[in-house]
């Protein structure tokens, strides 16, 4: 890529979208290019050959048709949609053509990666695990992205993940989880809280910026991206 990463944003009159817009126009050396969402009359397949890298910020019924639209472009793609099964869109990100790559973030915020992997290297000393997350009553899956993601990093250390996952939804909440190991005599609780939707947007920042040099044409986890810095 020569001059600013071009970056379009699908989603971008939502939420996160509206947020990611605003700190990609703050940041240096990135352009944002273009604003896709239905509620702004703009379609993703229109202004994708706009992009070097697409955000995508939609709901769990868009973001896989985004993706594809993204691979058939040969495009980079960022997912933040949770709340969907991302695996079949590994093989096509695989099989695609281009160096496209897809990068699916489950939580953006530095301190939540941080939380996943204290949590992952503690369970492999107290076993027993519960997790609880809390998150503001609109989000439209359960449990969360970043919870199930937790598990797996977990299960991978050995550790045992009690079910259910608790998920709390409350007006208030912006994005909350609590990771809780239980031993003889003792507990561990390690926690992160997102306060404000900025919490996720170096992270963004930093996955723009890495996407394109990561080795795998389908990576889970921003810890990539981290680990490259
Ligand atoms: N990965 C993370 O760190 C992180 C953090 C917060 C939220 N999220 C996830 O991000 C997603 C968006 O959250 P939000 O709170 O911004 O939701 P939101 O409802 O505020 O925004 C979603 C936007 O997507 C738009 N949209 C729908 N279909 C589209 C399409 N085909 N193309 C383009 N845009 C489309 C909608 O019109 C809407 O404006 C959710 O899945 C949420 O769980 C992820």
Redesign the pocket.
């Known amino acids: 890529m020569n001059g600013a990463v071009r970056v379009v944003v699908?989603?971008?009159?939502?939420?996160?979208?509206?947020t990611s817009c605003e700190a990609i126009e703050a940041a240096d050396g990135l352009e944002l290019t273009g604003r896709?969402?239905?509620?702004l009359g703009v379609?993703?397949a229109d202004v994708v050959a706009d992009a070097d890298v697409v955000v995508?910020?939609?709901?769990?019924?868009?973001?896989p048709?985004?993706i594809r639209i993204c691979l058939d472009a040969e495009t980079h793609v960022i997912v933040?949609?949770?709340?969907f099964d991302h695996e079949p869109l590994r093989l096509a990100a695989q099989q695609g053509g281009g160096g496209a790559r897809v990068l699916v973030?489950?939580?953006?915020?530095i301190g939540?990666v941080l939380m996943m992997r204290f949590a992952a290297e503690a369970a492999r000393h107290m076993p027993e695990v519960e997790i609880i997350e809390l998150h503001h009553d609109?989000?439209?899956?359960a449990p969360?992205?970043?919870a199930k993601r937790t598990a797996e990093l977990i299960a991978g250390r050995g550790g045992n993940v009690h079910e259910p996952i608790h998920s709390v939804r409350l007006p208030g909440l912006v994005?909350h989880q609590e990771v809780i190991l239980g031993g003889p005599g003792q507990t561990l609780s390690i926690r992160h809280d997102?306060i404000d939707?900025m919490s996720?947007m170096p992270?963004v920042l930093i996955a723009v910026r890495a996407v394109g040099s990561l080795p795998d044409r389908f990576t889970v986890g921003l810890e990539a991206c981290l680990d490259q810095e």
């Open positions: 699908a989603g971008a009159a939502g939420r996160m979208g509206a896709a969402d239905p509620s379609e993703l995508d910020f939609t709901t769990p019924d868009a973001a048709g985004n933040g949609t949770t709340g973030v489950p939580n953006f915020a939540a609109r989000k439209l899956d969360s992205g970043t994005a997102s939707r996720f992270g």
